[in-house]
C-alpha cells in the first residue's frame, strides 16, 4: 500500500465549475507536503510546499489545505480553465530529513468545454 | 520552460542496445535527480546527486548507470534493458538537497523510452 493515497483517480468538470481533490498520507514523522500539477507529455511543476504548521496555502486559483493531525491535504481549484486539464500530485518526504520524496498516484483531472 | 532540459525526448532501443539520456540544468542548482514514471504508478526516485556526488541510490538494477561531471550535467547510461524499463524518465534539480523542507524540485520535460 502507498503511503501516499490520491482520490479520485480521475475527474472530470466543466469549464468554470470548482473542484476538489484529496490526499491522504500515513508517513511519520512529517515535514512538508507537496502537491505538483503534471500537464501531459511534461514533467511535474511545482503548486505548493507547505509545512506541518501550515494549514491554508494559495497560488492563484489553486488552495491547498493541510490537517496534520488527520494526515489529510484537500487541493482546491476555483474557476476551472481548460488549461487546468492535467494530473495533480500529492508528494510527501519519505521520513524526515531525506531527500527521497513519495509520490501519490496522482489525480487526472479532465477540464471541457 | 522550467531550466531543466532533457536529450532525447524519445527513445527506442533494443534490448542489446547502450544508449545514455542526458539532462542539463540552467538554475546553478545543487542537487539533481533521475526519477522513472511508469503508466498508473506513481513516480520512483531513482539516484541523488549533491554537489556532485551520488548520496541516493533507491535500489536500482546495475543496467542503469548514472553519471554526474559537474552540478549542471546528469547522465543515465542505459545497458541491456528489459521490456518493463520501458517508461518516462525525468530528471529532476533543486537549489539545495530536499532535505531542507523548503525546497522546491523543477523537472524537465522527461525522455519518453521504449524497450523492445
Redesign the interface.
Known amino acids: 500500500k ?1 503511503q ?1 493515497e490520491q482520490s479520485p483517480q480521475s475527474l472530470i468538470i466543466l469549464e468554470g465549475k470548482n473542484c476538489t481533490l484529496q490526499c491522504n498520507y500515513t508517513v511519520s514523522p512529517f ?2 507536503l507537496r502537491w505538483y500539477k503534471q500537464d501531459t ?6 503548486l505548493t ?1 507547505m ?1 506541518f504548521s501550515e494549514n491554508t496555502k494559495s497560488n492563484g486559483r489553486y488552495t491547498a489545505t493541510l490537517d496534520a493531525d488527520t494526515k489529510q491535504s484537500s487541493l482546491h481549484i476555483t474557476a476551472s480553465q481548460l488549461s487546468d486539464s492535467a494530473s495533480y ?1 500529492c508528494v510527501v ?1 519519505g521520513a524526515y ?10 489525480t487526472r483531472l479532465q477540464v471541457f468545454p | 520552460e ?1 531550466g ?1 532540459t532533457q536529450t532525447p525526448r524519445h527513445l527506442v532501443m533494443g534490448m542489446t542496445n547502450k544508449k545514455s539520456l542526458k539532462c542539463e540544468q540552467h538554475l546553478g542548482h545543487n ?1 539533481m ?1 533521475w526519477y522513472k514514471q511508469s503508466a ?6 531513482m539516484f ?1 546527486y ?1 554537489f556532485k556526488e551520488q ?2 541510490n ?1 535500489s536500482v538494477p546495475s543496467r542503469f548507470s548514472p553519471e554526474c561531471p559537474n552540478s549542471s550535467h546528469l547522465f543515465l547510461h542505459l545497458h541491456t534493458l528489459q521490456p518493463e524499463d520501458s517508461a518516462l524518465y ?3 534539480s533543486s537549489q539545495e ?3 531542507n ?2 525546497e ?7 525522455t519518453r523510452l521504449l524497450v523492445l
Open positions: 502507498n501516499v515535514s512538508n507529455g511534461r514533467g511535474p511543476v511545482s510546499i509545512t500530485i518526504p530529513n531525506t531527500d527521497k520524496l513519495i509520490f501519490g498516484t496522482g | 522550467t531543466v542537487a535527480y498508473k504508478k506513481p513516480l520512483e526516485l541523488v549533491n548520496t541516493e533507491n525525468l530528471c529532476a538537497p530536499l532535505a523542507a523548503g522546491t524540485q523543477y523537472f524537465g520535460p522527461g
